[in-house]
């Protein structure tokens, strides 16, 4: 029988409903970020840098795109003969087939793939965060202080606690208390959805709450533990994490990617980002282009004029066009003599001459203020918009459009202009 150490669960079946547009068509973890990347290279290369080898991936909703994006995990070096990347999805079987209904719930549902490793720890991870983590270095933190559960914190200012699953610590980090988003909260150690558990007590904790509905880490899992008097310990993280599950946390992360000193450095020769590349040819910026502070992918033609912006691979940006503060997802093509401010443009896009993203003043969003918002313009994957139209902020355009959809050629600040057939 196979034995490895550590192998990892990867929760990829998030739906990302807060992206909006952006997630109607792909899952959450495999949508584009920082150029090159998809947000799911982040855990797995994380896997890889730490030397834990075998990882399966769970997946649920819109899968198809991630499942190609990880094929055989050859970019992660996790192309094993034993162990290397697994994409889980929900199974068939023979009596009733049965969807992952909560993030412990797909856990339980793969009880025979972990098995089949005989691990002697389990890290559970979530496929939606960017930041760079050496589990091995958690995972010592665990056996020093023979936890059966640790579960990975950061500390969060006072005043945002209430949004967090906050762990209760005593001096030596052992959780004495957790309170899900508390009112007034007690800490502010915030769970991270990081977890690494001896495989006897996940194993035990998941047979023994199989039956209940929806069954969750949170809710479920972790306090059953606790009750047991099982020993739970807080591993205190503090390099950079950040949830990019909205707009603006999207939008802001791809921006702190460009800045003088990043936070977050994709650079760094000791702990690589690995992804799945197309073979692209180089950049090509012509001689009247102007790019200032920008990341620009490989494949992608510039002959305009682009600002701090994350620009994909293989997009052309057209002479006299200006893009500033957005991101421009791959393939996209945007024409001459446009003008992009704040916009988020998703994959495979095609924007014609003379359009402006991003202009006038800022209005709440028609149809869902929580999700467009923070002046950005959000342009669905495969959509088409006009030569000459103006399209405000808090806005969002989704399908193929015609001069006909935008009244005086312009889609007013807080719109939403979302053609059938393109309905989530």
Sequence with gaps: MVKKEMIAMLLAGGQGSRLGVFTSKVAKPAVAFGGKYRIIDFPLSNCINSGVDTVGVLTQYQPLRLNTHIGIGIPWDLDRNIGGVTVLPPYEKSVNSEWYTGTANAIYQNLDYMESYNPEYVLILSGDHIYKMDYEVMLDFHKQNGAEVTIAVMPVPMEEAKRFGIMITDKDRRI????????????????????????????????????????????????YCHGKGAPLYAYEFNGYWKDVGTLSSYWEANMELIDIVPEFNLYEEYWKIYTKSEILPPQYLSSDSIVERSI????????????????????????????????????TRIG????????????????????????????????????????????????????????????????????????????????TLIKAGDKQ
């Design 176 to 223: 004495t208390d957790f309170e899900e988003k508390p009112e007034n909260p007690r800490s502010n150690l915030a769970s991270m959805g990081i977890y690494i558990f001896n495989w006897k007590t996940l194993k035990e904790a998941l047979l023994t709450n199989a039956s209940q509905p929806g069954l969750d880490f949170g809710k479920h899992i972790i306090p």
């Design 336 to 415: 001459s003599h446009c003008e992009l401010h704040k916009a988020i443009v998703a994959e495979n896009t095609v924007i014609e001459d003379d359009v402006r993203l991003g202009v006038g003043e800022e209005a709440a969003n028609e149809t869902d203020p929580h999700i467009y918002n923070s002046g950005i313009v959000a342009v669905g994957e495969k959509s088409f918009i006009p030569q000459g139209v103006t399209v405000g902020k808090n806005s969002v355009v989704f399908g193929v459009t015609s001069a006909q959809d935008y009244a005086e050629g312009s889609l007013p600040s807080g719109k």
């Design 296 to 331: 620009i992918g490989e494949g992608s033609e510039i002959y305009g004029q682009v600002y701090n912006s994350v620009i994909g691979c293989g997009v052309t940006v057209g002479e006299g066009t200006v893009i500033r503060d957005s991101i421009i997802m791959n393939e």
